[in-house]
């Protein structure tokens, strides 16, 4: 099914309902929910996902899980999408979004899963195709591409002031001096809040933003410079340390 909303096929008697969609270029869903968990696909373009507590960048060919009820909103950039809503309890992969991978056979799978009739026949060949659509997102391994927001203020501002203009030559003490704590309470204070390091938060926020802008052809140059990087060389260790690949194999496999 194409361009029908889930608001009109989610009382359908079966588990799983796939639904394709095409937005134009800068198009936002505003902030919403669905009873259904949803695996939103982008087999074109990027998606740019914000819940209460973080941002997710959806590169070409990668999905997004969104937790049943889950509040968010999505930047659509150049979006073909195939959604996959779930029924709450057939598959959990946890409360929270999660960016994962998407196989060539599960790729394969969620384009003909958007073809399937609404009522389709669960024992025969459309039942075959949605159960291994399932196995597949069961195993499917998930990627770092969500940068943490944190629920203190002062912090939570920070945050986002860098995340409208990111610089790699921020440092902890910058924020820790701009908070008026010391370096220790600061470090403690943002793991607590994000889970990870200010280090490591500020790479993954880097790479995470670059992937929106790589995805939609922009230079490796342009982008390190503009994030303060000293070289285009600087900025792929970087890249490579947090994702496994270089910005140039990353999106020749998402191509």
Known sequence: MRNVSIDVLDDTPRRVVAIGTDYAYGQVLPRHT???????????????????????????????????????????LGVSTRSVYIEPGVVDLGGRCQVINVSPLMRHLLM??????????ETGRDGAL?????????RSAHLPLHIPLPEEPRLLGLCQLFLQRPD???????????????????????RQQTGLSFSQWRQRACVVLALARLAVGEPV???????GYDSPAAFSTMFRRVLGHAPSVWMAEAN
Do not use: C, K
């Open 112 to 121: 003909e899963a958007a073809e399937v009739a609404q009522v389709y026949d």
């Open 34 to 76: 669905h009873r259904r968990a949803q695996l939103l696909y982008g087999a074109t373009g990027v998606m740019q996902v914000s819940t209460h507590d973080g941002n997710w960048v959806v590169p070409p060919q990668r999905a997004v899980w969104i937790p049943p009820g889950m509040a968010h909103e999505v930047l659509m």
């Open 221 to 227: 140059t342009r982008i390190a410079l503009d994030f």
């Open 130 to 138: 949605i159960d291994l659509l399932l196995h597949e997102l069961a």
């Open 168 to 190: 790699a030559h921020q440092s902890p003490q910058q924020w820790a001096s701009q908070m008026h704590v010391s370096l220790r309470t600061f470090n403690r204070l943002f």
